[in-house]
């Protein structure tokens, strides 16, 4: 059944290393968000994409984050550097329509 | 600002009837998702509202209205597996959705 893929699950890196985080969303869907799930912050909207074209980074420190779709079967999000106050599960999610949408199962990034 | 609140816990017993409220204020509002998420897992999709009134669907039924900015989530018949986190989420345009901080539902025996 299609479902959203990511890679990788579980990721533990040192401050200061390039973590990137890849996503398939569900073929078809033309829309591709990534989100960020701490505790304190709940589910944050990093960026979307509609078309593969970015609509919206605003969530996105820009310093450190970037997010691209390079073509419409993959997502990437990358931080460089990496910090500790980035661990957190980071969600893709991708849709027809807005008020639905199919999420991964994330990626869970531990940074020391 | 733009932000949705809801409880941050609710408990219940099994086979009752719980009812999770949301309340939104954003710039702009095309309607009201409901996501179940249990732990370890990702969030998964329940229901949307774009008009006024009551959806319902199986066991969990959803309900808008937009005059008041509100929403709830119903869950009836609770069973245990029901027990994981509510996000109510408010679409406000331009595909960009807003999520509330979740519900927390335990239910017990």
């Known amino acids: 059944d299609a479902r959203v893929t990511q890679t990788p699950r579980h990721k533990v890196t040192e401050m200061g290393q390039e973590v990137t985080m890849r996503c398939q969303p569900i073929?078809?869907?033309?829309?591709v968000f990534w989100y960020r799930q701490t505790m304190m912050q709940g589910l944050e909207l990093l960026a979307y994409?509609?078309?593969?074209?970015?609509?919206?980074d605003s969530g996105m420190p820009k310093d450190r984050f970037s997010a691209e779709m390079p073509d419409a079967t993959l997502a990437t999000l990358k931080i460089q550097p990496s910090e500790p106050r980035d661990s957190a599960v980071y969600f893709c999610?991708?849709?027809?329509?807005?008020?639905?949408?199919?999420f991964g199962p994330g990626t869970r990034l531990t940074v020391l | 600002g733009q932000s949705l609140e809801q409880p941050s816990e609710v408990t219940a017993v099994e086979g009752a009837i719980v009812q999770i409220n949301c309340t939104y204020q954003?710039?702009?509002?095309?309607?009201l998702s409901w996501y179940q998420q249990h732990d370890g897992g990702a969030p998964t999709f329940l229901s949307y509202?774009?008009?006024?009134g009551l959806e319902e669907t199986g066991r969990f039924s959803s309900f808008l209205s937009r005059s008041d900015s509100y929403g709830y989530l119903l869950l009836q018949e609770l069973q245990m597996k029901d027990s994981a986190s509510y996000f109510c989420?408010?679409?406000?345009?331009?595909?960009?959705?807003?999520f509330g901080a979740g519900t927390r539902l335990f239910v017990k025996a």
């Open positions: 989420a408010a679409y406000t345009g331009g595909f960009k959705t807003i």
């Open positions: 994409f509609r078309n593969r074209a970015p609509l919206d």
């Open positions: 073929l078809g869907h033309n829309t």
């Open positions: 509202n774009a008009l006024d």
């Open positions: 954003t710039s702009g509002f095309y309607g």
């Open positions: 999610a991708s849709g027809l329509e807005e008020s639905e949408q199919f």
